[in-house]
Structures are given as C-alpha cells and as structure tokens.
C-alpha cells in the first residue's frame, strides 16, 4: 500500500540547518514533494524531485532521493524563524498526492 | 491571476447535518481535488474533478459527494454528518497530468469544520 512516514517534530537554532526525513512505501512513485504549511494557510509546494534524481538544490532548500531505501530528505540552510512551520512530505500516486503526516518545525533563538 | 478560494472559512454543525463547501480554481486550472485534514494528520485524498467527471476517489463513504460546474468551481457535500468529520477541508486545483507532469496543486486556505 502507499504509505509516507515522517518524524512530527524537530527543534533547530536559528541559522543552524534544518533535515527534515521521510520515508515512503510506493517504488513506483514518479514525484516526490515537499509542502510548507503555516498557521491558517493552506499548503504550499516547496520542492519537487522526480524519481530518477538523486538530489535538487534550490536556493537554501536541497533535496536528497535514496530510491532504494525509500527515504526522502529536505535540508533548509541558514535556519530562520520564518520557516517555522509543519513541512508534509508527499509521493504522487495514481490520481492523488499522498502526505505524510507532517514534521513541526520550531526554530530556537 | 486569482488563487485558490475557498468558502466559508469557518463552519459550526451538529451530527446528522449536511453541509456544501466551495471551492474556486486557479484561473486556468480544470482539475481539482479535495482533502480532509484532521488535527495533527496530514491530508487525506477524497476525490478529484476533472472536466466535472470524478476522477479518482480516496477512501471515503458516499456520503462524501461532489460536483464540479463548467467555470471549473466545485462543491464538496457531505451528508449524515459525524463527529469524525471535523477537520479542516482544503481544495486544490491542477492542470491535467500532461500539461504538468510533476502534477502541481495549489491548495486554498480551506474550511474549518466542526461538528457538534
């Protein structure tokens, strides 16, 4: 079945680097995403990757795809209080995007 | 280029009830979608529009139902209300699969349902 596991916390210092994991269940998954959602807002694409890269960098955001592990990561470089915020990892199926359940991030000063 | 907008913003029922939500598209966009997010869950898959054809469904009971008119708009109604229903509804619309292959969706702000 597809299935999208992620940790639900993580606490960070301000201008440290955030990683944010995932794991996922479906190999035949094309896309995997990363959203943003903030307090009151909907949710907002961050990132993409297709299946067949290893890595997308995009400006402080780097994905990282280990498609035989099934595993999933985001990197925020130069942590900011603006990024506090729930990041969903999602993998694409047939008709629909399947979300984790979701990562809080809370940033330190 | 307008977003995604979606009415009301808030809602108050009680079991048993039925309720209509709305959604409007992306200009341009014919596909949309609906998720259910319940507190500290990510959101769920109900179904999809496409050309005011369903086209995908999540695993949700019938009663879960929509509809999507030709100005692309949709409409999510749910009947025989329960307590589990409360969550946060939210609306995405899309281009088809091939005019947007890693398939973005641009969410709405969502409704936030409460039933009493």
């Known amino acids: 079945g597809e299935d999208v596991e992620q940790s639900l916390f993580l606490s960070v210092r301000e201008g440290d680097s955030s990683v944010i994991n995932c794991t996922y269940t479906?190999?035949?998954?094309?896309?995997l995403y990363w959203y943003k959602q903030e307090p009151g807002a909907g949710l907002q694409l961050l990132t993409y990757?297709?299946?067949?890269?290893d890595m997308k960098q995009d400006q402080r955001l780097t994905v990282l795809l280990n498609k035989k592990d099934k595993h999933l990561s985001l990197r925020i470089a130069d942590t900011q209080t603006g990024d506090s915020a729930i990041y969903f990892c999602?993998?694409?199926?047939?008709?629909?995007?399947?979300f984790g359940k979701g990562t809080r991030l809370h940033i330190l000063p | 280029e307008t977003g995604v907008t979606q009415s009301p913003t808030h809602l108050i029922k009680t079991r048993g009830q039925q309720v209509t939500l709305r959604c409007s598209s992306q200009?341009?966009?014919?596909?949309v979608s609906w998720y259910q997010q319940a507190l500290g869950q990510g959101p769920q898959f109900i179904f999809q529009?496409?050309?005011?054809?369903?086209?995908g469904r999540g695993n949700f009971p019938p009663r879960f139902s929509g509809l999507q008119f030709p100005n692309y708009s949709s409409e999510l109604n749910v009947n025989a209300l329960e307590l589990d229903d409360s969550a946060l509804y939210l609306c995405?619309?899309?281009?088809?699969?091939?005019?947007?292959?890693?398939?973005?969706?641009?969410f709405g702000p969502g409704t936030r349902l409460t039933v009493l």
């Open positions: 995405a619309s899309s281009l088809p699969g091939l005019a947007a292959p890693y398939n973005e969706q641009f």
């Open positions: 479906d190999s035949s998954s094309t896309y």
């Open positions: 990757i297709f299946s067949n890269m």
């Open positions: 999602a993998e694409k199926g047939d008709d629909k995007i399947i």
């Open positions: 200009s341009g966009h014919n596909t």
């Open positions: 529009y496409y050309r005011e054809e369903e086209n």
